[in-house]
């Protein structure tokens, strides 16, 4: 009997100690962040865990002793108490601690959900990407370049980008691991995500949530490079490759796999918005480029088209 407790014990440790080394292999993409955004979401991890710890690890020791202490064996001196009810000792600390924990693991979470809704630093400019989840690919309109790409994008390294994100298809979730949490694309609505880059390299990005048969090929890659390098991609984008027309994009959505990679020089004007007021987006008064106002003309024309789509509704 003692031999087979010595030998699920055993069995147990190299269990965990499988898991916790495979835990630090570069396939663990979350564990090995590449940015400001990553490293703030990665250390709010380990204080998680931590406090975890305090909590997991004496609870199964005091259950391993309780289990080996009062085992049903001949000879046994454990006290045996049936009549015992409570303990305001072991109410207090059993409270207590799971109170306090809570209170040290909610401060941070909150700082850092507020945070992280701003730009990660503030003294360089950020670029801004529009990102539509399509079945069963990932298109990126650059507002400020005026291109576009399918299951690649391309940012300034050691440059903020905010991510603005829709759906022309069903819900989804836009993640690069290595880079920060995860945000939902939803049609008819313009979520925001602060990105970036610390040096140039590739990461790997992915559509987290199931969306049909096609879901596990949407898959994108993050090409960060020196902003010199990034303008003169811009610059051979317009140059080389064909335009996005409003006749291609409706071929682009329809329901596929795209196993490779597109870059078109240009794309129909105000294209991610009318994506967006499609979808009911029209009836909210997004903000499409993160800016904190819009200009006068622009909030006019938006709540003209509202009017108009609820005059033709009750009609």
């Known amino acids: 009997m003692k031999r087979l407790q010595h030998v699920a014990t055993l069995s147990v440790i190299a269990v965990m100690t499988a898991l916790f080394i495979s835990g630090c292999g570069p396939e663990y993409m979350v564990l090995h962040p590449a940015g400001p955004v990553a490293r703030t979401e990665f ?16 609870v199964m020791a005091i259950l391993a002793y309780i289990v080996y202490r009062y085992r049903d064996v001949p000879g046994n001196k454990a006290p045996y108490m049936p009549e015992w009810a409570d303990s305001k000792v072991l109410e207090v600390i059993w409270w207590r601690i799971p109170i306090v924990i809570i209170v040290l693991l909610a401060v941070p979470t909150a700082k850092t959900t507020f945070a992280l809704t701003k730009p990660p630093v503030q003294d ?62 939803m049609p008819g609505m313009a979520m925001r995500l602060w990105l970036q880059a610390d040096k140039p390299g590739e990461y790997f990005g992915s559509g987290a949530s199931f969306t049909g048969e096609g879901f596990a090929h949407m898959r994108f890659k993050v090409v960060a490079k020196p902003q010199s390098e990034f303008n003169a991609w811009v610059e051979q984008a317009k140059q080389t490759s064909p335009a996005l027309t409003k006749d291609g994009y409706e071929k682009l959505k329809q329901p596929n796999v795209l196993n490779n990679t597109l870059t078109y020089s240009s794309y129909p004007q105000g294209l991610f918005e009318e994506i967006v007021d499609k979808n009911g987006g029209i009836y909210m008064n997004h903000d499409f480029m993160g800016n904190k106002q819009k200009d006068q003309s622009g909030n006019m024309n938006h709540d003209m088209q509202n009017h108009q789509m609820l005059e033709s509704m009750s009609h």
Do not use: R
Request: glycine residues 4%; proline residues 9%; hydrophobic residues 45%.
């Open 43 to 58: 250390d709010l991890i380990v204080l998680s865990t931590i406090l975890v710890a305090i909590v997991i690890i004496p």
């Open 124 to 185: 360089v400019k950020p670029v801004t990407i529009q990102v539509t989840s399509l079945n069963w690919k990932w298109l990126f309109t650059y507002p400020d370049q005026k291109v576009a790409t399918v299951n690649y994008v391309e940012i300034p390294a050691g440059v903020p980008v905010q991510f603005v994100l829709t759906s022309d298809s069903p819900m989804n979730s836009f993640w690069v691991p290595q880079l920060g949490g995860q945000e939902y694309t």
